[in-house]
């Protein structure tokens, strides 16, 4: 079986829904998504406008389910939409677009442009328009495990690595525990620290975790490329480890899509709620915070500011935690502009930093992040991501700037009073 | 009928300083630049003006020479002066009279007889084309127009004359505006509306039994900002306050959408706030700004104190039927309309039939996806 237009325009047909219906024709084509949308900020192009993006997906909706659209079909007036159409579309429906919902979020009429964004990648991928990258990426997930080919082995070095460091054994598959900890392949390959600073916290915390041998990549390729088969075969491995486990909290990374992956599709994809609770690493240290779990000394001194992912704050909610977190041990927080809801993405979610011929463009867009950050005059950017946290050190190193990134439990672990 | 050669005050009344800029009258007055700029910033929003506009407002309004004003008061009850005096809302109304020069008023000028139609007859001269005029009632026509006269002399003698050499008519309320309660049947003084006898002045009608008084000083406050009159409907009216319907604004209108309706004036429905419709509430056909802008300070409109809308800024309201029959629906039109709907209802459904049927073949048609599909 290989990827063909007609598959392709079956499964648009098949995604376009009810949502989808009242988005396209409640568009007043007012244009403000363009202004929300970094890819349009930072090139003053007009094909980068958000909803633009979406005009095959449009098309079909138009050519299929509306009287006019179906008789200007039928009359020969309208072309279908068409192989070479959405090759031209790939790079507006993947490497301009993060999906990190900033234009979902200005849409005066309420229109989730991502959302649509999400189900045209549907088409694109079955009907062979998806980026080499993310094919690579998918097949990697599937059939290794990890989209950076990470195995098990790997996991289990940087296991040794903390215990060296740390004395702390880490738990692998132990049943009954309470959390099961996630990790991205970024951080088990280029962030070591998140897993030794997750083994401290959790030992002054007293909280029972452990990894799982099956589930321990958190990331979720099929949500990024577009195909909700795979991204479904992806969550029910961690659906599966978690049961086996008969953990009470899977504990998302500091990773964003895969947060919006487990969290936010991943019941839909399986088809039935968890029988367990799905929390952003955040989230859960926020919780130890306000039980008074989490004893800190000393501070940073340098100035510290705070990347917002888009996955995270925006489609997630999450924005005060990471604050609660950082007043602990920052003496000096300050705020980006636009920061929150609003705050500018990285340039490279939604698996945009994993296409290679998207990079010219993803550097011209982070031009964006660079103004936010040199605003602030900080010392140190923190993050809660690791793709961000890539992606940012990428672009720092494009316009040579030397501003440390670091994650927020690694921040946060550093401060630990030792020894209780 | 008059002397108005008559010695008396020949000196009057007008060696005060009609030329002072608003500006300087507010500063006599004691009204601080803060209170000024609010002001400014509410009558932008009232006139739903971008909100840049209340500072070009505020530096129009300061530098502008007041305007003189000169109000005839015809055939009326004086409930449109009543309601612009009897404002709570911020000084709204004391401001309209530091903005402009008001050289004649029969209520509030303290001047009588010679004296006060010299004043009129002042302003007349030394603004020739550039006063601004006022108008409340109805001119009545019938008989020569004897049923109201003003100094011995005709409303109607009187409107041509001050018309002639006026930048512009304002007709407050609705008798003013379009005939209102003199005119109701069987009319028996034959009283029409200001555009009915002047044709050559721009006219801004602000209907209402009474209008509400921030629209008149909206409306003095475009005028002296821009220099001209806001945009208006068809019925001479200023959109901004006269686009909507009480009906579109009202907040009963989730009921109405629900059909839940007030039957009678004290059963449940009544109790619970429900739509007044079938008490014979107008608010559907009315065009007023009542439902956002309020009366008596914010406090509440007529249908808010639990009675239905009248259409006191309409045409003809008195004469459109009983205040507490429901609106009626034409009958043949309706027809088409109900055959129409249930056809339009009929192809809605089939459309949607048929849309489910291609949603559903496109999923039952679905192989599941692997990553050998990606590749081409």
Known sequence: MTASLDKGISVLKEMIDAPIASYFSSCVHCGLC?????????????KYTPIHKL?????????????LGRIGK???????????????????????????????????????????????????????????????????A?????????????????????????????????????????????????????????????????????????AFEATNSGIQIGVSDIAKVLVQRIVDGAERLKVKTVISPECGHAYTALRWEGPNLVGQPYPFEVLHILEVLDGFRTQGLLKTQG?????????????????????????????????????????????????????????????????????????????????????????????????????????????????????????? | MNDHDAPIHEKNSHEFPIHETLGDSLAQQGISRRAFLKFCTAMASLMALPPGTATAIAEALVKAKRPSVIWLSFQECTGCTESLTRSYSPTLE?????????????????????????????????????????????????????????????????????????????AVGTCASFGGIPNAKPNPTGAVAVSDIIKDKPIINISGCPPIPAVITGV???????????????????????????????YRRPFYDQGKFAKTFDDEGARNGWCLFELGCKGPVTHNACATTKWNGGTSFPIESGHGCLGCSEPHFW?????????SMPASPLKYVAGAAVAGAAAGVAVSIGNRIKKGTAKSAHQKATIEDLEK
């Open chain 1, 34 to 46: 363009a202004e929300a949308c970094l890819f349009y900020t930072e090139t003053g192009d007009p």
């Open chain 1, 55 to 67: 005009e095959p997906l449009r098309r079909v909706y138009k050519q299929e389910y509306t009287l």
């Open chain 1, 74 to 140: 039928m009359l020969g007036l309208s072309k279908p939409v068409s192989d070479a159409e959405l090759e031209e579309w790939k790079p507006l429906v993947y490497d301009s677009c993060t999906m990190c919902g900033r234009c979902s979020l200005v849409c005066p009429v309420g229109n989730d442009i991502v959302y649509m964004v999400r189900k045209l990648r549907e088409g694109m991928a079955i009907s062979g328009h998806a980026p080499e990258g993310l094919i690579g990426a998918s097949t990697r």
């Open chain 1, 142 to 214: 599937v059939e290794i495990g990890s989209p950076m080919g990470v195995k098990l082995p790997a996991v289990q070095a940087q296991m040794r690595h903390v215990k060296a460091d740390t004395g702390i054994d880490i738990p692998l598959d132990a049943v009954g525990a309470e959390y099961m900890v996630l990790m991205s392949s970024m951080e088990i390959i280029n962030f070591p620290e998140y897993l030794g600073a997750i083994a401290k916290i959790m030992k002054q915390a007293g909280k029972s975790w452990t990894l799982c041998s099956e």
């Open chain 1, 299 to 420: 501070f940073e001194e340098a100035r510290l500011t705070f990347h917002d992912p888009c996955q995270l704050v925006r489609r997630g909610g999450v924005f005060d935690q990471p604050r609660n977190l950082l007043k602990m041990v920052a003496k000096d927080f300050v705020e980006m502009d636009d920061t929150g809801k609003m705050n500018w993405c990285c340039g490279g979610g939604g698996g945009v930093s994993a296409i290679e011929e998207a990079v010219p463009l993803r550097l011209e867009a982070f031009k964006v992040k660079k103004t936010q950050l040199e605003k602030t005059g900080a010392k140190t950017l923190v993050t809660a991501c690791a793709n961000c946290r890539i992606v940012i050190e990428e672009g720092m190193e494009h316009y040579k700037m030397s501003i440390p990134v670091v994650g927020v439990t690694e921040t946060l672990a550093k401060h630990l009073v030792e020894g209780e």
């Open chain 2, 94 to 170: 004391n401001m309209i009279f530091n903005m402009i020069s008001l050289d004649y008023h029969h209520t509030l000028q303290a001047a009588s007889g010679y004296g006060a139609e010299k004043s009129r007859e002042d302003a007349m001269k030394n603004f020739f084309g550039k006063y601004l005029l006022v108008v409340d009632g109805s001119i009545p026509m019938n008989n020569g127009g004897v049923y109201s006269t003003i100094a011995g002399r005709t409303n109607l003698d009187l409107l041509h004359e001050v018309a002639k050499g006026a930048a512009a008519i304002i």
């Open chain 2, 220 to 250: 003095l406050a475009h005028y002296l900002t821009f220099g001209g009159l806001p945009e208006l409907d068809d019925l001479g009216r200023p959109k901004s306050f006269y686009g909507e319907t009480i009906h579109d604004r009202c």
């Open chain 2, 319 to 327: 004469d459109a039927g009983s205040f507490y029959s429901a609106l």
